[in-house]
Nanobody, 121 residues
Framework: QVQLVESGGGLAQAGGSLRLSCVAS????????MGWYRRAPGKERESVAI???????RYADSVKGRFTILRDYTKNLVFLQMNSLKPEDTAVYYC???????????????WGQGTQVTVSS
């Protein structure tokens, strides 16, 4: 069984910073890409930032230059450093990871339970 557990959400003022963390645990053979998604009220879930097993990163245009995704490969951790927060960043943030229970073979996506980020103006 694989679990993703997020932490670090909360309330911040516009212009402030928050750091989200996510750890993958359980029967893990290999972790491929890890990433962060968010769902704002009344909107569909969107990709925020992704980091591959090789360290390549991709960001949504709306967060480029403000958010940074980092990864600790030895501990199956992924972080999202969020700076210069805006009220429109308010959303539930979800961690996602492509994980295989074997060292080789196909992986599947797993999701965390989500953590609320609220940015006040």
């Amino acid at each position: 069984q694989v679990q993703l557990v997020e932490s670090g959400g909360g309330l911040a003022q516009a212009g402030g910073s928050l750091r989200l963390s996510c750890v993958a645990s359980g029967s893990i053979g290999r972790v491929d890409a890890m990433g962060w998604y968010r769902r704002a009220p009344g909107k569909e879930r969107e990709s925020v930032a992704i980091i591959t097993s090789a360290g390549s990163t991709r960001y949504a245009d709306s967060v480029k230059g403000r958010f940074t995704i980092l990864r600790d490969y030895t501990k199956n951790l992924v972080f999202l450093q969020m700076n210069s927060l805006k009220p429109e960043d308010t959303a539930v943030y979800y961690c996602n990871a492509d994980i295989s229970i074997l060292a080789y073979g196909g992986s599947r996506g797993y999701w965390g339970q989500g953590t609320q980020v609220t940015v006040s103006s």
